[in-house]
């Protein structure tokens, strides 16, 4: 079993930078993928980014590669999402997920979700 928590949303202006957290327990926590996910109201949940379980190979939705950054700290059990130049369509609940089956963009393929973290960003 594996539990993740996210945190480290917030409130802020549009130009700004936010770092998430995932922290993780249960199963190992380098022995599985991780990744991020957003979902804003009335939406699909989007995948942003993935991170192998050594943390040697990362992924990203073409829309936020550049902006976005994944990593993780194994030592740590957790995970980060660094966000930079965040703009209103950043706006979301933001979700980290761990342990994909198959296609790894897919939100079906996740085996373990965090309960998520608000994300807004006014202009």
């Known amino acids: 079993q594996v539990q993740l928590v996210e945190s480290g949303g917030g409130l802020v202006q549009a130009g700004d930078s936010l770092r998430l957290s995932c922290a993780a327990s249960?199963?190992?926590?380098?022995?599985?993928?991780m990744g991020w996910f957003r979902q804003a109201p009335g939406k699909e949940r989007e995948f942003l980014a993935a991170?192998?379980?050594?943390?040697?190979?990362?992924f990203y939705r073409d829309s936020v590669e550049g902006r976005f950054t994944i990593s993780r700290d194994n030592a740590k059990n957790t995970g980060y999402l660094q966000m930079n130049s965040l703009n209103p369509e950043d706006t979301a609940v933001y979700y980290c997920?761990?342990?994909?089956?198959?296609?790894?963009?897919?939100?079906?393929?996740?085996?373990?979700w965090g309960q998520g973290t608000q994300v807004t960003v006014s202009s």
């Open positions: 997920a761990g342990d994909p089956d198959g296609e790894y963009y897919m939100a079906s393929a996740w085996e373990y």
């Open positions: 249960g199963r190992t926590f380098s022995t599985y993928p």
């Open positions: 991170i192998t379980g050594s943390g040697s190979n990362t």
